[in-house]
């Protein structure tokens, strides 16, 4: 099981030849087991950022989502009171960005490594991460 910071769900849709090897390899061994973790403040930041044309696809919201959610057997974790918890009590290390504290703890809660290029969640010992 991993779980998926919102530029991999991006890049996976859209530019996958920016995915790396080992990233690559994680989503697609995940994807045959259905074991795809979603944190459902990446559909809220994939939203934004195509309102604010910051990511400009030739569809809508809604059926960019469908397409990508028909692609991948992906599971749609919600923030329960025990990432919401841990998101805000996390260390400092974690930026400040309550979507990145959120996919955060929803990784370490659902025990389910973090898929990113981000240099600061990789860097972190708070969170086990692939990339």
């Given at each position: 099981m991993i779980t998926l910071d919102?530029?991999?769900i991006i890049w996976d849709a859209l530019q996958p030849e920016k995915l790396s090897p080992k990233a690559r390899k994680a989503i697609d061994r995940a994807n045959e087991m259905g074991?795809?973790?979603i944190a459902d403040i990446s559909l809220w930041e994939i939203a934004m950022l195509m309102a604010k044309k910051r990511l400009n696809i030739d569809t809508t919201y809604i059926e960019f989502i469908s397409l990508v959610r028909a692609a991948n057997h992906y599971v749609f974790e919600s923030i329960t009171p025990e990432i919401a918890d841990l998101s805000i009590s996390l260390h400092s290390e974690i930026n400040l960005d309550p979507a990145d504290r959120l996919i955060c703890a929803t990784?370490?809660?659902?025990?389910?490594?973090?898929?990113t290029a981000d240099s600061n969640l990789r860097a972190s010992k708070l969170v086990k991460t692939i990339w």
């Open positions: 919102t530029h991999i074991e795809i973790v990784s370490i809660v659902r025990v389910a490594p973090l898929v």
